[in-house]
């Protein structure tokens, strides 16, 4: 089963077209809802389309707000307004992506994807 990723409204283009080159199915929010949706609106449709949430927005990295546990995945990408690393978080994302490319692997885990490392909440 190919990995399939909700992209929040603020996930560079950049990020998403690499993930679809790679043969990743990424639904964009966009196409399901308007972008200045609420948080829990944006996690429930990830949910509903069984997929793993793709976001900058850091709000989703708060275990309280969001406890992994609850979740199909959650991969929270941490820019810290350094749009430079983008090809950094790409290449470092791909590559656990490929050794990973089950679903039941990210469900009920927090991803905080930053340029040189991928740290794991559950």
Avoid at 12 to 22: M, R, V, W, Y
Avoid at 74 to 94: K, T
Wanted: net charge positive; proline share 7%; glycine share 4%.
């Amino acid at each position: 089963m190919n990995l399939r990723f909700f992209a929040d409204q603020c996930v560079p283009n950049s990020i998403i077209k690499a993930l679809i080159q790679e043969g990743y199915i990424v639904f964009k929010l966009r196409d399901y809802m308007p972008q200045d949706s609420e948080d829990f609106k944006v996690i429930s449709k990830a949910q509903e389309l069984d997929a793993i949430l793709l976001s900058l927005n850091g709000d989703f990295a708060d275990i309280i707000t969001y406890p992994p546990s609850r979740y199909k995945g959650i991969i929270a990408i941490q820019l810290r307004n350094h749009p430079e690393v983008i090809p950094l978080i790409i290449r470092h994302l791909n590559v656990y992506l490929s050794l990973y490319p089950n679903m039941d692997h990210y469900r009920g885990k927090l991803f905080l994807v930053e340029p040189h490392r991928i740290r794991i909440k559950k």
